[in-house]
């Protein structure tokens, strides 16, 4: 079996690829329980300068992998550099930081001497997706090749270029061989891996329904598993926010990565006073966002990953207009041979809409009209998702109580764009997973927390 992935710009096929078939799966993984047991040795310090080199190398290669994201999955350029810049700033966080952050930590007891101690699982499965191909990867490897743990990755299959390149990369760091390693497979040979009694643990981004069965055969075997999953979390504009500054950032938010973003705003919950004006300063701005060849350096925004994904998007915007939403920008599908769907804008939005209800993985934005702050937290709690949302007010008191308190979700932001950073953890409630990647609390997921009590 081959393994295909095509530009969706031009639908021009960049790389075929092998299948491992069972034995070869087998070997990989018995080849990583072996390196695990002497990578788990290393040093604090020796792991720290391979992965400082990592991210040297990432940086210093960075215009040949933004071309090979950009080729694989369509992402804009632009945003394909920022995002292996965003690689390389987790590689330093990690270097500098797991020592302090798996040091023992003394407990008093009866005991004479009581501590807790923090130790690698072993060999890590990651099932990852395609839009982000590069960061998705580096916030799992490094918090976990630096905490001792080795990595099998299985990448989503469009972006297998993606996925030797990092494999390459971290062999030229200096990183022993088989520390980590890519699994050419499909999804269909996930629960091969997941049930080897080598593999200790799996973390799986990418949708709701992959979660359950990556999580389902986890649970069958009894072992521990992270899910960050999809999302349609609000983004609430008060009555008092900087209109024109809220929907600029709100516009940005909805159309990062083309809007194939978990944490990407999709639903805005507008109070009644402002709605008009907030609409209107939206639309002009997604209206002025320009999509073409992903390459080309003139364009804001790129393609989506496949047609398949664009013609499901257009599908779930027309439901929602049969059922009594309105389109006031986009909602056409282009012409010509890319997976282009314009920025579009739907408004008169209700419950029971794919365009309230679901997760719309592209570039459309949903406009929901609240009476007033109680109502809008409703609406903005009123979903199966709970990854990451934002609220806009100048009252920055308010807005700090509303992110604590009222909004149901992993991460809130106060007049800010949703984002995942190394320094802080990331993950969701409800439909949208468990369990934390990223800060400290992302390191310990994957780590033994043994006590340890002399007595």
Not at 72 to 96: F, P
Not at 374 to 392: C, E, I, Y
């Amino acid at each position: 079996m081959s393994i295909k992935s095509t530009n969706p710009y031009n639908n021009q096929v960049v790389g075929t690829y092998t299948e491992l078939n069972k034995q070869e799966i087998e070997q990989k993984i018995e080849a990583a329980q072996h390196a695990w047991l002497q990578w788990k040795k290393i040093s604090f310090e020796q792991k720290s300068k391979m992965m400082i080199r990592l991210g040297e190398l990432l940086l210093a290669e960075k215009e040949d992998l933004a071309k090979t994201i950009t080729a694989e999955m369509g992402k804009a350029i632009k945003e394909s550099r920022a995002e292996i810049e965003k690689c390389a700033s987790v590689c330093t966080y990690y270097a500098k930081n797991t020592q302090e952050f798996l040091k023992d930590e003394l407990v008093e007891t009866d005991a004479q001497k009581s501590y807790i101690s923090y130790q690698p699982l072993g060999v890590i499965l990651a099932v990852m997706p395609w839009n982000f191909p590069f960061w998705q990867v580096f916030r799992f490897l490094a918090p976990n090749l630096m905490g001792g743990n080795c990595g099998l990755l299985k990448h989503a299959s469009n972006v297998s270029g993606c996925a030797l390149a990092i494999e390459k990369l971290v062999s030229k760091a200096g990183f022993p061989d088989n520390v980590f390693s890519v699994l050419l497979v499909s999804g269909k040979n996930v629960a091969q891996v997941i049930e080897h009694k080598h593999v200790k643990a799996v973390t799986l981004t990418g949708s709701t329904e992959a979660g359950k069965k990556v999580a389902e055969k986890a649970g069958s075997v009894l072992k521990k598993c992270v899910l960050e999953l999809g999302g349609s979390d609000a983004y609430v504009i008060l009555e008092d926010a900087d209109l024109e500054q809220s929907a600029e950032l709100c516009v940005n938010a909805r159309l990062i990565n083309n809007g194939q973003s978990c944490i990407a705003a999709k639903r805005f919950i507008v109070l009644k006073p402002i709605a008009e004006k907030f609409t209107q300063l939206f639309t002009e701005k997604m209206r002025a966002k320009t999509f073409g060849d992903p390459s080309n350096e003139e364009f804001e925004l790129g393609t989506m990953a496949n047609k398949t994904l664009r013609n499901q998007l257009h599908q779930q915007v027309e439901d929602s207009v049969k059922a009594g939403a309105k389109c006031i920008l986009g909602g056409r599908i282009p012409e010509g041979e890319g997976a282009f769907y314009p920025p579009t804008v739907l408004i008169n939005v209700k419950k029971g809409m794919p365009a309230f209800d679901d997760e719309m993985f592209g570039p459309v934005a949903s406009i929901i009209v609240a009476d007033d702050l109680n109502h809008a937290m409703d609406l903005a709690n009123d979903t199966d998702f709970g990854l990451g949302g934002a609220v806009f007010t100048s009252d920055t008191e308010k807005g700090n109580d509303v992110a604590r308190n009222q909004i149901e979700a992993g991460s809130v932001f106060v007049n800010a764009n949703v984002k995942s950073d190394p320094r802080l953890p990331f993950g969701g409630i409800k439909q949208s997973g468990y369990g934390r990647e990223l800060g400290k609390n992302g390191l310990l997921e994957f780590m033994n927390i043994k006590t340890v009590c002399v007595g």
